[in-house]
T-cell receptor
């Protein structure tokens, strides 16, 4: 089945810093989503982005489907950005395969 | 719109008991998905349902686990004769027809003692 690799596995930054999270996948996909799991365990959908670029406030994402990767950018980090960021991909039927996540810690 | 509602939030069961997890999708969403998250791991797909139909159950263990999404009422994930290895967070998500973005519920944390 399709493989999803996220990097880095852990990232520790100071408040105000910028960060780039990467997601590589092993096959063509028609569904790619980024999620944030906050320290209380809630999963928030950040982007549905099988291709192209989207922006939402301090967050933006780019997926280059032909090269099988996606990037999530977080600018001017805040402590509330802490948590685990998951990339998930799908082919055809709407089942998603999740990566192992990037654990982001933003220190004040 | 209350979002995807899961209950209970926490469930403790003794080995051998049954666990029933409920999920009410967002209003207007006809697709429901169940995922399991073991500690410190990503989410693993279990089952995809539409009203009264199981579309894809390729991630469901062959025994003890079942899921339904009846015409009326919430989707139910049922685990019979629970074992310690079933301890995990179980998340439900829903989406609308033709759009692949998911909305997740807050999850049910199952602990088997």
């Amino acid at each position: 089945g399709i493989q999803v690799e996220q990097s880095p596995p852990d990232l520790i930054l100071q408040e105000g810093a910028n960060s780039t999270l990467r997601c590589n996948f092993s096959d063509s996909v028609n569904n790619l989503q980024w999620f944030h799991q906050n320290p209380w365990g809630q999963l928030i959908n950040l982007f549905y982005i099988p291709s192209g670029t989207k922006q939402n406030g301090r967050l933006s994402a780019t997926t280059v489907a032909t090269e099988r990767y996606s990037l999530l950018y977080i600018s001017s980090s805040q402590t509330t950005d802490s948590g685990v960021y998951f990339c998930a991909v799908g082919q055809g039927a709407q089942k998603l395969v999740f990566g192992q996540g990037t654990r982001l810690t933003i220190n004040p | 719109n209350a979002g995807v509602m899961q209950n209970p939030r926490h469930l403790v069961r003794r080995r051998g008991q049954e666990a029933r997890l409920r999920c009410s999708p967002m209003k207007g969403h006809s697709h429901v998905y169940w995922y399991r998250q073991l500690p410190e791991e990503g989410l693993k797909f279990m089952v995809y349902l539409q009203k009264e139909n199981i579309i894809d159950e390729s991630g469901m263990p062959k025994e003890r686990f079942s899921a339904e999404f009846p015409k009326e009422g919430p989707s139910i994930l049922r685990i019979q004769q629970v074992v310690r290895g079933d301890s995990a967070a179980y998340f439900c998500a829903s989406s609308i027809q033709g759009y692949h973005g998911y909305t997740f519920g807050s999850g049910t944390r199952l602990t088997v003692v």
